[in-house]
């Protein structure tokens, strides 16, 4: 922050300047304490004041969620996963990210962000992925998915569970019949 003292009339003095970034992504204000000195060469005088930074910016939501896309909780062998992620800002100048935080266990899953979209709508900021993919696990079990959306001041998450279902898949028997087999004639 700068003290314009170029336009001092009746010693005052105008401070002006960007806020500083919040510290914390997580907060929605924050207060730093401001030290003025006036010299004159020969005495000075402090003034300390509490300034409060507060920013417009409110977190940004997932609009689809398990109660109005139950489609996300539920996985088969060898079928494609797909989870259409819809999210927004009120704010319609924020740039929000979406990421994969977790996938618990990993090891069987090749779950990916496509097709990603960003936009503006209604005065919002607007994100839409699909979060798919093919899981080659052997036995029913649950997967625990974390995702993440910031607009870089708020960060939110979103936790569900994956119930993965094994379906053994079949072998067709064939019939038992004579095999020929024929010399190669080189």
């Given at each position: 922050?700068?003290?314009?003292?170029?336009?001092?009339?009746?010693?005052?003095?105008?401070?002006?300047?960007?806020?500083?970034?919040?510290?914390?992504?997580?907060?929605?204000?924050?207060?730093?304490?401001?030290?003025?000195?006036a010299?004159?060469?020969?005495?000075?005088?402090?003034?300390?004041?509490?300034?409060?930074?507060?920013?417009?910016?409110?977190?940004?939501?997932?609009?689809?969620?398990?109660?109005?896309?139950?489609?996300?909780?539920?996985?088969?062998?060898?079928?494609?996963?797909?989870?259409?992620?819809?999210?927004e800002?009120?704010?319609?100048?924020?740039?929000?990210?979406?990421?994969?935080?977790?996938?618990?266990?990993?090891?069987?899953?090749?779950?990916?962000?496509?097709?990603?979209?960003?936009?503006?709508?209604?005065?919002?900021?607007?994100?839409?992925?699909?979060?798919?993919?093919?899981?080659?696990?052997?036995?029913?079990?649950?997967?625990?998915?974390?995702?993440?959306?910031?607009?870089?001041?708020?960060?939110?998450?979103?936790?569900?569970?994956?119930?993965?279902?094994?379906?053994?898949?079949?072998?067709?028997?064939?019939?038992?019949?004579?095999?020929?087999?024929?010399?190669?004639?080189?």
């Open positions: 922050m700068t003290l314009d003292t170029t336009h001092i009339k009746d010693g005052k003095a105008v401070l002006f300047g960007q806020a500083p970034a919040l510290t914390s992504p997580t907060v929605s204000s924050q207060q730093i304490t401001v030290r003025l000195r010299d004159n060469g020969v005495r000075f005088i402090e003034q300390e004041y509490t300034l409060t930074i507060r920013t417009k910016s409110k977190e940004p939501r997932f609009v689809t969620n398990q109660d109005n896309t139950p489609e996300m909780l539920t996985a088969t062998t060898n079928k494609m996963y797909v989870y259409n992620i819809e999210a800002d009120d704010d319609e100048t924020q740039d929000l990210t979406l990421r994969i935080v977790k996938v618990a266990p990993s090891n069987s899953w090749r779950l990916d962000l496509y097709n990603v979209e960003k936009y503006t709508a209604d005065g919002k900021a607007k994100i839409k992925a699909k979060f798919s993919g093919v899981c080659s696990e052997t036995n029913n079990r649950n997967f625990d998915v974390t995702l993440s959306l910031s607009n870089r001041i708020f960060t939110v998450t979103q936790d569900f569970t994956i119930r993965y279902t094994y379906e053994a898949i079949g072998i067709e028997d064939f019939d038992y019949n004579d095999v020929n087999l024929y010399r190669n004639p080189t």
